[in-house]
Nanobody
Framework: QVQLVESGGGLVQAGGSLRLSCAAS????????MGWYRQAPGEQRELVAI???????NYADSVKGRFTISRDSAKNTVYLQMNSLKPEDTAVYYC?????????WGQGTQVTVSS
């Protein structure tokens, strides 16, 4: 069974940067989208950024201009570069990969931004 393994979370001061990575344990065929979501305590999970196989990307308004999603198809890996982090970015970040008939979620990585 495919597993998504996330890394790169941690504690950072406001204004700092982190880079999240999400690697699939094996090749995922017919990928449609690769994306990042986040969930803060007491909040619903929300979309942060998503990239399609066609190269299109979409971002939540709250992260536009600060976060960048990228993917390395050869490595089945998706990245999230997060700059100018704010305390309100504090959450557990999850990666998600969708393919024809399937979706996969990572276990989540904690990002904490101190003020």
């Amino acid at each position: 069974q495919v597993q998504l393994v996330e890394s790169g979370g941690g504690l950072v001061q406001a204004g700092g940067s982190l880079r999240l990575s999400c690697a699939a344990s094996e090749t995922i065929f017919s990928i449609m989208t690769m994306g990042w979501y986040r969930q803060a305590p007491g909040e619903q999970r929300e979309l942060v950024a998503i990239a399609t196989t066609g190269g299109r990307t979409n971002y939540a308004d709250s992260v536009k201009g600060r976060f960048t999603i990228s993917r390395d198809s050869a490595k089945n890996t998706v990245y999230l570069q997060m700059n100018s982090l704010k305390p309100e970015d504090t959450a557990v970040y999850y990666c998600r990969v969708s393919s024809w008939g399937n979706e996969y979620w990572g276990q989540g990585t904690q990002v904490t931004v101190s003020s």
